[in-house]
């Protein structure tokens, strides 16, 4: 049987016994358990009734967090000329084209979101088996395909967080660090929850919104209240 530190155990003895539980109580639970000594990750995981092998009932979409993830988000751009001047300008970390598609051709992905302008789309259609399965492919749904790559750049680094099912029915990301205020993470969480609720589906049937669940990054999960979780 495995055997757990006093951190891991004191954390495992605070959450026995405790699910279905309120966002409020889950974020302070949460919270209250990151002891790590950097700043954690508070991390949500949705499970959903929905079978993504469908393309009817697929899932994904994108949210700007209103108070921000607290990662510094670096940000590639596939531009050319004006464009690549404009993002630039607007904070992108790494600009090019060509040279930009071997460099990640090559191995190295040094970057959280690319985006790419319409024009460049063929040649990031290069990178699909590179990109894609890293949720790094430039797609105009979500807005990483457009020509103001300003707006992008700058939503990107503002905290704004893309979602995708995976094959078992499962939605996670990042909305926050344990360092925020519960309520800022509070209002993160339902934000999220929401953006996912209205990126149902047409083909979903029956429970689309099966279980939510809070983490920290090194700290025992706990499941929140669906209702509290979609109710401000």
């Known amino acids: 049987m495995a055997k757990f530190g006093k951190r891991t155990t004191a954390a495992r003895a605070e959450f026995a016994g405790k699910s279905d539980v309120t966002v409020e109580e889950a974020v302070s639970l949460v919270k209250g358990n990151a002891k790590a000594k950097f700043d954690e990750t508070i991390e949500i ?7 993504p092998r469908h393309a009817d009932q697929m899932v994904r979409g994108v949210v700007g967090l209103p108070n921000g993830t607290g990662k ?6 596939f531009a050319r000329g004006p ?40 040649i990031v259609g290069r990178l699909g088996k590179v990109l894609g399965p890293r949720n790094l492919m430039p797609n105009p749904k979500v807005g990483t395909v457009t020509m103001d790559v300003e707006a992008a750049v700058k939503a990107a680094k503002g905290g704004e967080v893309q979602f995708k099912v995976e ?47 809070l983490s920290s990054t090194m700290g025992p999960g706990v499941s929140v209240n669906v209702d509290s979780a979609v109710t401000e």
């Open 45 to 51: 995981s949705m499970n959903l009734g929905v079978d």
């Open 83 to 122: 464009k690549a001047e404009e993002a630039e300008k607007a904070g992108a970390d790494i600009v090019g084209a060509e040279d930009l598609m071997e460099v990640i051709q090559g191995g190295k992905i040094d970057f959280d979101r690319c985006i790419a302008t319409p024009d460049m789309m063929p």
């Open 72 to 77: 510094d988000v670096r940000v590639a751009v």
């Open 167 to 213: 094959k078992a029915g499962v939605i996670h990301a990042g909305i926050g660090k344990a360092s925020f205020d519960e309520a800022k993470l509070i209002e993160n969480v339902r934000a999220f929850v929401g953006a996912v609720a209205k990126a149902k589906p047409a083909g979903s049937k029956g429970t689309y919104m099966k279980k939510v669940s």
